[in-house]
């Protein structure tokens, strides 16, 4: 049995597909997440946990877990004391931010979050929106909600605070976004006693290194191609996307092999440039991982 291993807790729900597949590019394969909220993982110094994003930072703090993926949001909610070690800038659906927003009816009177002076909102997020509210010098009756926060306005309540990535539910519900409150990624955090723990600090580095590598890799592909010689500045300045390629003599005399990595979006608008320029052999690769 290994002595030396890493607890980790990541976030069940609607983060959990996206996290297993940006720990797949990273390379550790995690099987039986389906079934189970204690997956196998092939790497014997790591041991997860899958938890709701709303707990992990608590159970970090508390020394339950070493280390853990979790909202910004959730570990300011908690107050947690934990030490943030890196951003991760990934979502359900996009590499966009999730943000909290303040939520009223289409047709309400509310137009700005002074208009709330006195009135009740619900959130999951109490203390993110006492703390916004607060911060403003204005005073509501701000009570928690289990789930479905979007359904209980006007009838329950005058307003919401509601996260949220690209809107589309919220205006499908006939809402209005009034303001935003807070910005969140997923973060790594550690447990500061975890990480004050020599072993544990480098396995977790060694972690992060390759997650933000498969996300550096998001949307980039790498290509390569054969090319005549005398071709290759007349490429280069006609090209700018190929910036930095990596260009290698081959055996046949006059000819060079270029190898760079550009965005998957202009693949299909520079194959044919590349062509018409003599490229021959042109490949074009996806990347698990980029690390600068």
């Known amino acids: 049995m290994n002595d030396k291993c890493l607890k980790i807790g990541l976030p069940s729900g609607s983060l959990m597909e996206q996290t297993l597949a940006l720990f797949a590019k990273a390379g550790f394969l995690v099987s039986g997440a389906g079934r189970s909220y204690r997956p196998s993982v092939d790497d014997p110094e790591l041991t997860i946990r899958l938890l709701r994003a709303q707990e992990i930072s608590?159970?970090?703090?508390?020394?339950?877990?070493?280390c853990g993926i979790t909202g910004r949001d959730?570990?300011?909610e908690n107050n947690s004391d934990v030490a943030s070690l890196c951003d991760l800038p990934y979502s359900k659906v996009s590499a966009a931010p999730t943000r909290w927003v303040v939520v009223v009816p289409e047709d309400s009177p509310v137009r700005k979050v002074e208009d709330l002076a006195g009135k009740r909102v619900a959130t999951e997020a109490v203390g993110l929106t006492k703390e916004f509210f607060r911060r403003r010098g204005i005073e509501a009756d701000i009570e928690f909600s289990w789930g479905a926060?979007?359904?209980k306005v006007p009838d329950l309540v005058d307003a919401i605070v509601d996260i949220t990535e690209t809107g589309s539910s919220l205006r499908a519900n006939k809402l209005r976004i009034v303001e935003t409150i807070m910005e969140s990624y997923p973060v790594f955090i550690?447990?500061?006693l975890a990480y004050s723990d020599e072993w544990k600090r480098g396995k977790m580095d060694r972690i992060l290194l390759l997650l933000q590598g498969a996300l550096a890799a998001r949307d980039k592909v790498g290509l390569?191609?054969?090319?005549?010689?005398?071709?290759l500045e007349n490429l280069l300045e006609q090209l700018p996307a190929l910036r930095n390629p990596t260009v290698s003599p081959l055996a046949h005399d006059g000819w060079v092999a270029v190898e760079t990595v550009i965005?998957?979006?202009?693949?299909r608008e520079i194959i044919p440039q590349l062509k018409a320029l003599g490229a021959e052999g042109i490949i074009e690769y996806p990347l698990n991982k980029l690390v600068y």
């Open 263 to 267: 965005d998957e979006r202009v693949v």
């Open 74 to 76: 959730w570990v300011a």
């Open 190 to 192: 550690a447990n500061r």
């Open 58 to 66: 608590r159970y970090v703090e508390d020394g339950f877990l070493d």
């Open 149 to 151: 926060t979007e359904v």
């Open 224 to 231: 390569k191609m054969n090319l005549p010689k005398a071709s």
